[in-house]
């Protein structure tokens, strides 16, 4: 849209900079827009403070936006001071609300709390401006992972916008609820809700809006693999964050865009699109973006057998989504969490299968060592972060073994002294392969110490008792019983009663409660079998 200006002769009215402004602002030109904000306020008089409020508060959205946080705190203070020194309520409503975004992002949650509803207190009962507010106070609850009060919250905020008969505001309204509706899997209902957003956005001729609705309906198109649509959706909206200078709205496309090329089978685009969206957040301090995205990377390199990549990759992930229990980015950090433990444990398995593939009586080991480790772990009352490591460990424990000779992994007959001990350096051989990768767990005392004996008789380090960690001797004794009940290349797998009769006899390998325990679970399960 083209904006003009009439009888130039006249003086300039504040009201009609600011008017002008707003149209740029709609329009995506932020330069103009900030430019007649800034003209705006210079054209106030001790009479304009409710245009000069409003005027402040406006232009700090746009540095918001651009990430120019401090910038953006000074000008909502100013407005706020500008707002009660007229003791109009709802300007005040607005700044207060404002703020209040700031906090939210900066993760502090009680003062974005506090400060949403003293806003909704201050609002009078304004519909458009409680529409605002309540969608933020739905925002909030999202991040909290409460999407039946976040789903509330955005339906009151589409009432008040339709009860004001504001348009823009309904369009927020239905973007918000596309975006529950995707995070709950209502596919149908996300894509209507985006759908409606989209329109409103084009009507109004609203870009930005119209860029996060292509840049989440494309989600939409990914998870139901569509992903020419998603491709061609993400595109777009990564058009319309570069013309706005939105460089973390683009860090998003680009993640989409590198989703979208994984799935298609094209990993050099995927890996460029995904490092170039990590980048970008890195560069903007969006720690939810970086970490996002760092992830998908890390799914690509699992796809591509890159295991060592993806590992690191998914640790500096799950190092920056703990950073989010300080510094909240709008996101449910414990779901996401979960989903990132999920692909670590797809990637280690995977991993562990990989490398039992070359042998055919070993295939499995690792899967049922797992099991049984994690049966022996609640056995001795572990928590289930303590089991998830367990378990983790017990799929990369021999991860080593990829260094080990074939013809000595499938060797029919006994190791000569020189194949053995080539055999009993696969821990330091595991050791090495994940030298350059850092754990949220505590993994590698397992990978190191699963064959060291309590009676000092094992191997590499030939530690003895309490000098061996609990973990590596929950996984040695699940190891020699599913070594001693699976069929070998140099011999046939035993009955279950004598091998746990042997194990009896060599008690002294291990701590008397890992034995305890490790009895205990083989009494009550044996999984896999």
Request: aromatic content about 6%; hydrophobic content about 40%.
């Amino acid at each position: 849209m083209t904006v003009t200006r009439t009888d130039t002769s006249q003086p300039r009215h504040p009201a009609a900079a600011l008017q002008e402004a707003r149209q740029h602002d709609r329009g995506g030109r932020h330069a103009e827009a900030m430019h007649g904000y800034q003209e705006a306020i210079d054209l106030c008089r001790p009479g304009d403070g409710a245009i000069r409020a409003e005027a402040l508060r406006r232009l700090g959205v746009i540095h918001h936006l651009r990430t120019e946080h401090a910038r953006a705190r000074a000008l909502y203070e100013e407005s706020l001071a500008a707002s009660a020194a007229l003791a109009d309520e709802p300007l005040m409503a607005e700044a207060v609300n404002a703020l209040a975004g700031l906090a939210l992002e900066a993760g502090d949650i009680p003062a974005a709390r506090d400060g949403f509803q003293r806003a909704l207190a201050l609002a009078g009962g304004e519909p458009i401006l409680v529409a605002r507010i309540e969608q933020n106070l739905g925002i909030l609850a999202n991040i909290q992972g409460q999407l039946s009060a976040a789903l509330d919250h955005y339906e009151r905020s589409l009432a008040a916008s339709r009860a004001s008969g504001d348009d823009r505001s309904c369009a927020i309204a239905y973007h918000n609820l596309g975006m529950i509706c995707s995070d709950r899997t209502l596919w149908d209902d996300a894509e209507a809700y985006f759908r409606e957003s989209l329109a409103i956005a084009e009507r109004l001729d609203d870009v930005h809006l119209q860029g996060l609705c292509l840049l989440n309906y494309s989600e939409v198109h990914v998870a139901r693999q569509r992903y020419d649509a998603a491709r061609s959706s993400a595109e777009a909206a990564l058009a319309i964050f570069d013309r706005l200078g939105a460089r973390l709205d683009k860090a998003d496309a680009y993640k989409i865009l590198g989703i979208v090329f994984r799935e298609t089978g094209r990993p050099a685009l995927a890996e460029a699109r995904l490092r170039a969206a990590i980048e970008l957040a890195s560069g903007n301090r969006s720690v939810l973006s970086e970490a996002e995205a760092s992830r998908e990377l890390a799914r690509l390199y699992q796809d591509m057998g890159r295991n060592q990549d993806a590992l690191r990759l998914l640790n500096v992930a799950h190092r920056l989504f703990s950073r989010l229990d300080a510094r909240v980015d709008l996101v449910d950090v414990a779901g996401k969490v979960l989903d990132l433990e999920s692909t670590y444990r797809s990637v280690v398995r995977n991993w562990g299968r990989s490398i039992e593939s070359a042998d055919t009586y070993t295939f499995g080991h690792c899967e049922r060592v797992a099991e049984y480790a994690v049966a022996v772990a609640r056995a001795m009352g572990l928590d289930d972060e303590r089991c998830t490591t367990v378990r983790l460990g017990a799929y990369l424990h021999d991860v080593g073994k990829v260094r080990v000779p074939h013809e000595i992994l499938n060797k029919t007959g006994g190791l000569t002294d020189e194949e053995l001990v080539i055999m009993q350096r696969h821990p330091m051989y595991g050791l090495e392969l994940l030298a350059s990768v850092e754990f949220p767990w505590d993994l590698k005392p397992i990978i190191r110490w699963h064959h060291e004996k309590y009676d000092g008789s094992g191997y590499p380090d030939r530690l003895r008792g309490d000098e061996i960690p609990l973990d590596p001797q929950i996984i040695c004794i699940v190891d020699v019983y599913d070594a001693l009940t699976t069929t070998r290349s140099y011999r046939a797998a035993m009955p279950r009663e004598a091998a746990l009769a042997e194990m009896r006899a060599s008690r002294r390998w291990w701590r008397p409660d890992v034995f305890d325990a490790f009895m205990r679970s083989v009494a009550r399960e044996t999984p896999g079998r």
